[in-house]
């Protein structure tokens, strides 16, 4: 079982950009620290975006890195297990941080980095206040709507960590604090509302791996 030692941010390194964030303010109950590559560990073709198919989405580790550690910072999320959960949904999600829209099959108002769907888009969005005048001209528009979130990158990787604040169970979250592989599927069929597939379940071990989560 993890346990807390120390206040302090979550750094990724990818060759990785230092955290731009500030350092936190109580309280950040752990400790993490990652070993150069870690974020690329966990989703291993971010470290470029050479040849992305949608290059104007397209975000590499070192560019993702604070993003994701503001996400964290924002939305308390603290723990080893909760953080890889979240790490390994949004590089399943968006192909290793290639696209932030959906396009498979194209779903209109689908997107972010953890592909969420149009009502959790404006729900997420509507509790951003600085987007309020920005919802107000897009109106019904999910499209628009989108646009508002994936067009600023800590709105855009911030969703993933927004959904498990709001939209978790605590059962859910104090089982991913143990970093069991059982706690994550529940996360994928309970929280996430999806299937546990190979894949993701491959994405998680190595996320989990590289945060350092015991038994992994």
Same mark, same amino acid.
């Given at each position: ?11 990724? *390194?990818?060759?990785?950009?230092? %955290? ?5 303010? +109580? +309280? ?17 073709? %971010?470290?470029?975006? !050479? ?5 104007? /989405? ?7 890195? +604070?993003?994701?550690?503001? %996400? ?8 080893? #297990? ?16 290639? &696209? ?5 099959? #194209?779903?209109?108002?689908?997107? *972010? ?9 404006? /729900? &997420? ?33 911030? %969703? ?26 529940? &996360? ?14 491959? #994405?998680?071990?190595?996320? !989990? ?5 015991? #038994?992994?």
């Amino acid at each position: 079982m993890f346990f807390p030692t120390l206040a302090t941010t979550l750094t990724f *390194t990818a060759a990785l950009l230092p %955290s731009t964030l500030a350092a936190p303010a +109580p +309280p950040q109950p752990n400790l993490f620290k990652r070993a150069p590559g870690s974020l690329i560990a966990m989703a291993p073709t %971010s470290g470029t975006c !050479a040849g992305a198919k949608f290059a104007n /989405e397209c975000k590499t580790a070192a560019q993702a890195a +604070p993003f994701i550690n503001a %996400s964290f910072k924002t939305y308390g999320v603290t723990s080893a #297990g909760e953080t890889a959960a979240i790490v390994s949904l949004i590089a399943f999600e968006s192909g290793d941080f290639k &696209y932030n829209i959906n396009h498979f099959p #194209g779903r209109p108002g689908q997107g *972010t980095r953890n592909m969420q769907m149009p009502p959790f888009n404006l /729900e &997420y969005a509507k509790s951003i206040p600085a987007l309020k005048e920005g919802l107000a001209k897009a109106g019904t528009d999910v499209k628009a709507v989108l646009a508002l979130l994936t067009s600023n990158g800590e709105y855009d990787f911030g %969703s993933a960590a927004w959904f498990m604040k709001t939209k978790c169970s605590e059962k859910v979250r104090t089982g991913l604090k143990t970093g069991t592989t059982d706690a994550w599927k529940l &996360y994928i069929t309970e929280c996430i509302g999806t299937t546990v597939t190979d894949d993701r379940k491959a #994405g998680w071990e190595k996320a !989990a791996k590289a945060m350092g989560v015991p #038994g992994h």
